[in-house]
């Protein structure tokens, strides 16, 4: 592809991301677009804005995050599509905080993907936000740790669909995915469909 082609293929990709928002921007165009624009978008998506804070700063982001997301799943109406949707969310992020302590050289990497770390697929609701809550405050605490003991400049960790990305990417892509996927519960009083998302996809299944 020729500079002045990508330049043009690169026009509707922005103007998707300032549409929908950057996280579920980066994610719709990581999996319908090419490689190149893929990289594009996720470096100033996920590495530029992540690289410009501080583990601390990540990790008072996913705290304030937790609050919500407790608080979306307090309201939660007990049905299967919420706890499918609560599962996949802390899935994701147990398979995350995995990708993370590879990061802190606490173990080695392994290509695996998400669905080993769901929970039990009898998992009640108030199982199930118990775990989501227990969940985050573990990935707060491995910012932390991160902050203690940070990784090489520069280093990475692959993530399936994504690529590489730092550790800061990986704290900021937890969280956004965790908020954006949240989004999809609904109330007992809620009526009509879920608000449509557009999420990153975590691993091939």
């Known amino acids: 592809m020729t500079k002045s082609s990508s330049s043009k293929a690169l026009v509707p990709a922005l103007i998707t991301v300032a549409g929908v928002g950057l996280a579920a921007g980066a994610a719709y165009l990581a999996r319908q677009r090419k490689e190149e624009v893929k990289e594009?978008?996720?470096s100033r998506v996920l590495e530029a804005p992540a690289g410009r804070s501080s583990y601390t700063d990540l990790g008072q982001g996913l705290e304030r995050g937790g609050i919500a997301l407790a608080g979306r799943?307090?309201?939660?109406?007990?049905?299967?599509?919420?706890?499918?949707?609560?599962?996949?969310?802390?899935?994701?992020?147990?398979?995350?905080?995995?990708?993370?302590?590879v990061a802190l050289g606490r173990q080695p990497y392994g290509s695996d993907t998400y669905h080993a770390y769901r929970p039990?697929?009898?998992?009640?609701?108030?199982?199930?936000?118990?775990?989501?809550?227990?969940?985050?405050?573990?990935?707060?605490?491995?910012?932390r740790q991160l902050h203690a003991n940070p990784p090489e400049e520069?280093?990475?960790?692959?993530?399936?669909?994504?690529?590489?990305?730092?550790?800061?990417?990986?704290?900021?892509?937890?969280n956004q995915h965790?908020?954006?996927?949240?989004?999809?519960l609904?109330?007992?009083?809620?009526?009509?469909?879920?608000?449509e998302q557009v999420m990153p996809e975590a691993a091939p299944s």
Do not use: C, M
């Open 40 to 42: 594009f978008v996720v």
């Open 73 to 101: 799943a307090a309201r939660a109406a007990d049905t299967p599509a919420n706890r499918e949707v609560l599962s996949h969310i802390i899935g994701i992020e147990r398979w995350g905080q995995n990708r993370l302590r």
């Open 120 to 143: 039990a697929q009898d998992a009640s609701l108030t199982d199930l936000r118990n775990l989501l809550s227990q969940t985050r405050a573990g990935t707060v605490d491995l910012a």
């Open 154 to 174: 520069g280093a990475t960790v692959n993530h399936n669909g994504l690529g590489p990305l730092t550790a800061k990417a990986w704290l900021r892509y937890l």
């Open 178 to 184: 965790a908020d954006l996927e949240s989004r999809k």
């Open 186 to 195: 609904r109330g007992e009083k809620d009526g009509g469909r879920a608000e």
